[in-house]
């Protein structure tokens, strides 16, 4: 099974807003991502989870703040987010070592208005 | 600076007409270049890992190649189910980040 969900499908929220980003995987992946994505541009990486510790932070803004709750789970929580933020959120995972294969869920649609 | 060019950005095809996808890396210490399809709104679908030069690997339609500067993906006889963005995506020996190209959009009409 190389599946991995993401909830919402989509979402709408006001900039004053605070929501949530669901990931789950149970292929037993050690490493968990966040990528952004914008209209006809490839994946942007925004965080790297290794062995549920954060390993790579891009630079982001604040007011996206990454979780990990354990080692099949990946939260993404947003805060006061401007319209530019309109994106696909995707979450990946992968094995880790020489198999990195990253296998991705179907993507978070977010507005903000 | 490591970088992956995939080129053409758009292609058109008509059914059956065969034709192959580039792209080109410069990356040190390449730990594995990845291959994606990726339908509208939705996320990458894992293709195939290549790893060393003259690997290559064949699922279906779809043949992807590696040489030591780039790689390609062959497409046999498409159908217009084919019809995807391509993504190209590189590992280096660094980090566990991908390297992605910008893509290419394939139409595959009948």
């Known amino acids: 099974d190389t599946e991995v969900t993401q909830t919402p499908k989509h979402l709408v929220m006001g900039m004053t807003n605070k929501k949530s980003l669901k990931c789950e995987q149970h292929?037993?992946?050690?490493?968990m991502y966040w990528y952004k994505q914008k209209a006809k541009k490839p994946p942007e990486l925004m965080f790297v989870?290794?062995?549920?510790?954060?390993?790579i932070n891009e630079s982001v803004p604040s007011r996206f703040s990454p979780e990990c709750p354990n080692s099949s789970l990946l939260n993404l929580h947003l805060h006061a987010l401007q319209p530019e933020d309109s994106a696909l959120y995707l979450c990946?995972?992968?094995?880790?070592?020489?198999?990195?294969?990253?296998?991705f869920g179907p993507g978070t649609r977010l507005t903000v208005l | 600076e490591d970088q992956v060019t995939q080129s053409p950005e758009a292609l058109r095809l008509q059914e059956g007409e065969s034709s192959s996808l580039n792209c080109s890396y410069t990356?040190?210490?390449?730990?594995?270049l990845f291959w994606y399809r990726q339908d509208p709104g939705k996320g990458p679908e894992f293709l195939f890992t290549?790893?060393?030069a003259g690997e290559e690997k064949e699922k279906e339609r779809l043949k992807a190649t590696l040489t030591k500067k780039e790689s390609f993906l062959h497409i046999t006889a498409p159908k217009p189910e084919d019809s995807a963005t391509y993504l190209c995506?590189?590992?280096?020996?660094?980090?566990?980040?991908?390297?992605f190209g910008k893509g290419t959009t394939l139409s595959v009409s009948s």
């Open positions: 995506a590189a590992r280096n020996q660094a980090g566990t980040a991908l390297i």
């Open positions: 989870y290794s062995y549920e510790k954060l390993s």
């Open positions: 292929m037993g992946h050690r490493a």
């Open positions: 990356v040190s210490g390449l730990r594995g």
């Open positions: 290549l790893y060393s």
């Open positions: 990946a995972s992968s094995q880790g070592g020489r198999s990195n294969e990253q296998f």
